[in-house]
């Protein structure tokens, strides 16, 4: 079965680090490029970050550039990103997902990058206590 699955969420009191994994199952993630997104309840799901499958470069949301960073596992089909710094604002419904490479150079901290990624998880929760 085609899937993504993401898990590491849960509750991390605020400057405290977090690391999530999208981990793929029935497809190689290699040779796609992988974002991740985040939703709170009553707003648009916006992209945060993502790394392309063919050389590894990486884009950041200005909300996040600095503090999170996106890398893939090597042998293990996943992608991580290591949260630094967490904020209360950084509290949301994670989502990663699949796109070709390459994937959106703009727009990144809104929603439009959403609409090139066709293979989503379900999620993750992030709770980020002040």
């Known amino acids: 079965q085609v899937q993504l699955v993401e898990s590491g969420g849960g509750l991390v009191q605020s400057g405290r680090s977090l690391t999530l994994t999208c981990t793929a199952s029935?497809?190689?993630?290699?040779?796609?490029?992988v974002g991740w997104f985040r939703q709170v309840v009553g707003r648009e799901r916006e992209g945060i970050a993502c790394?392309?499958?063919?050389?590894?470069?990486?884009l950041y949301a200005d909300s996040v550039k600095g503090r999170f960073t996106v890398s893939r596992e090597a042998g293990k089909n996943t992608v991580t990103p290591q949260m630094d710094s967490l904020k209360p604002e950084d509290t949301a419904v994670y989502f990663c997902?699949?796109?070709?490479?390459?994937?959106?150079?703009?727009?990144?901290?809104?929603?439009?990058?959403?609409?090139?990624?066709?293979?989503w998880g379900q999620g993750t929760q992030v709770t980020v206590s002040s």
């Open positions: 029935g497809f190689a993630l290699d040779y796609w490029a």
């Open positions: 997902a699949t796109a070709l490479s390459p994937p959106p150079q703009v727009g990144w901290g809104t929603s439009l990058p959403n609409r090139a990624f066709r293979l």
């Open positions: 790394i392309s499958s063919t050389d590894g470069s990486t």
